[in-house]
């Protein structure tokens, strides 16, 4: 008796002092491995080598007390508790990166991970950077928010000569300040075949995101609903998500019919499917945020997803994905863990080759860490008091937008503001005279909503508004185009998961930016997630490994 339970508490603390992997469970019964000894990697950096091997399977055993790992051979369902005098503990079989999340995401978008990239304005997230990602079946939408409707329709071009039928979506902000451009971009998105859109910053439903989703909606021979234009909605409140989760409000589509935009029969449709294919739950995230933690909000809008789907009973329930803070294959696998279908990563794109920054921002966001970070007013929402996060290291943009903000709380036109104060605003911020910087407001907003203009010409108070927003939408260009002086003012939109992924690539080729390639995020973030899901699978099986197994740094 005695002997038999020496022998069990020798498997419940079996110790390779070689690799000090423990395995605390009982061993497989009547499963053995088959295969060559040779084959067996005892030593720890050839065992993690081993377990990064995430197309193959993983057998451990022990032999003569150490514990050793391999991807060849097999399990045999034999009686023979040994083999050659190795002993079989346990086994993990291939896990792809692709098998984390939802796999009707994969399907429905036809593309190779449960990843993409999000939206950055202003065109950062460029053509380049879409179609790099694009020809490996990785999706990523373009910048389209800030961008005047000639830029936007050469980047459709672009984009569409290079990937084919490859996958690639446009980012649709909502801009209550410039509801013409909004409208122009979907007009835009409809006349060139434009048939995924990352909708944004939405509020509310306005008609251009309705008819956007309705008028690609109709029957096929088997007379089911075919959805040819895909919405995936950035959320980060479960008021407006429960706006995209259900179908298209009646009255938006009684007016859009009156217009004769779409159809009874698809406003019959679009009472039917839920206005969003996917949604993204964006939490404290670079640009617009609402600083929500991630484990509090994405958990409760999948439960949201999950309530309205017994309503509805959608033949596809929506999927629910991830943004905000995934910057390493940590981040990412709690998302997955916590049942995101995707993830989305948006700030740490920014610093890639392909980005289309300029060199300085790159360097400054390179060198960033997660509380280099803060809120600053935001061009398009100004007027609401509506704020996004910025980078505060090297650029002095947060402050100094704030100070502007603050004079149009105050104040009710340009005239009231203290002569002094003018002075240092023509001096520090504009770097002219007032009168100048409203001529060049003229330009500015006459090449995207003229409209804007006449309001304000009646409106002293939305006149400093215009001013105060030509500055604010200017200084993300200057951070773009890198505009020599104006270094201090650059806008650059930028979340703590910058400092999160400089933070896991400092010892690595990544943390060179000059090396930053977009594919190369992506592929480490999601195999590193694969790897480490690996290994929590194999705690699950009793086997106890030393921390630097848990450690997965990018390597060419």
């Known amino acids: 008796m005695l002997f038999i339970i020496n022998i069990l508490l020798n498997y419940l603390n079996t110790k390779s002092i070689k690799n000090q992997i423990k395995f605390s469970a009982l061993p497989s019964k009547n499963i053995v491995w088959i295969g060559s000894e040779d084959e067996i990697a005892f030593d720890s950096q050839d065992i993690k080598s081993k377990l990064l091997n ?12 150490l514990i050793g790992v391999t991807n060849e051979g097999d399990l045999d369902t034999c009686n023979n508790a040994q083999s050659q005098g190795i002993e079989t503990l346990t086994a993990t079989y291939p896990l792809l990166p692709q098998q984390l999340g939802d796999s009707s995401f994969l399907d429905f978008h036809k593309v190779k991970y449960p990843y993409m990239t999000g939206a950055m304005a202003h065109g950062i997230a460029s053509e380049e950077l879409v179609i790099a990602l694009g020809k490996e079946n990785i999706l990523s939408s373009f910048g389209a928010a800030g961008l005047i409707p000639n830029r936007i329709e050469k980047a459709i ?41 990352e909708a944004s910053a939405f509020l509310y439903l306005t008609p251009n995101i309705v008819y956007y989703r309705a008028v690609g909606l109709n029957l096929n021979s088997e007379n089911q609903i075919e959805i040819k234009n895909k919405v ?3 959320i980060s409140r479960r008021d407006v998500a429960k706006k995209f989760l259900e179908p298209a409000p009646e009255k938006i589509l009684k007016q859009l019919v009156s217009q004769g935009l779409i159809t009874e029969l ?24 609402d600083n929500r933690p991630l484990v509090c909000l994405l958990p409760s809008i999948i439960a949201l997803r999950d309530e309205i789907q017994a309503k509805y009973d959608y033949e596809t329930p929506v999927r629910v994905g991830a943004a905000g803070g995934i910057a390493t294959p940590e981040s990412a696998l ?26 300085h921002t ?10 280099d970070v803060m809120m600053a007013p935001a061009a398009d929402m100004f007027e609401m008091g509506v704020k996004l996060q910025v980078l505060k290291r090297g650029t002095m943009f947060g402050m100094r937008s704030q100070k502007l903000f603050d004079f149009y709380t105050n104040y009710n036109s340009i005239e009231e503001i203290p002569k002094l104060e003018r002075e240092k605003l023509e001096k520090q911020i504009f770097k002219r005279s007032l009168e100048l910087a409203w001529q ?12 804007q203009i006449i309001r304000a010409e009646k409106n002293p108070k939305r006149k400093m508004a215009l001013i105060f927003r030509w500055y604010l939408g200017l200084s993300s260009n200057w951070s773009n185009t890198g505009e020599n002086g104006r270094e ?13 992924f400089n933070n896991w690539v400092k010892d690595s080729y990544l943390a060179d930016p000059n090396n930053r390639n977009v594919l190369d995020i992506a592929y480490h973030i999601m195999n590193g997630a694969a790897y480490l899901y690996r290994l929590q699978n194999l705690k699950l099986q009793g086997i106890t490994m030393p921390i630097q197994y848990f450690q997965y740094y990018p390597a060419r």
């Open 266 to 289: 698809q406003a019959r449709l679009a009472s039917q499917v839920p206005m969003a294919d996917d949604i993204t739950v964006e939490a404290d995230s670079g640009g617009h945020t």
């Open 334 to 359: 709690a998302a997955f863990m916590m049942g995101a279908a995707y993830v989305v990563t948006g700030s740490i794109n920014q610093s890639s080759l392909e980005a289309a920054a300029s060199e």
């Open 488 to 500: 201090l003012d650059y806008q650059i939109w930028c979340g703590p998961a910058m400092g999160a």
């Open 232 to 234: 995936i909605a950035k």
């Open 54 to 65: 995430l197309d193959k399977a993983c057998y451990f055993v022990i032999k003569n007390g």
């Open 440 to 451: 060049d407001t003229v330009t500015y907003f006459n090449q995207r909503d003229p409209q």
């Open 157 to 197: 071009h672009n984009i569409q000569n290079a990937l084919h039928n490859k996958p690639y979506c446009f980012n649709l902000i909502h801009s209550p300040s410039e509801s013409a451009i909004e409208k122009a971009t979907v007009d835009l998105y409809l006349k060139f075949g434009v048939t995924t859109v």
């Open 362 to 371: 790159k360097k400054l966001l390179a060198q960033a860490e997660m509380t």
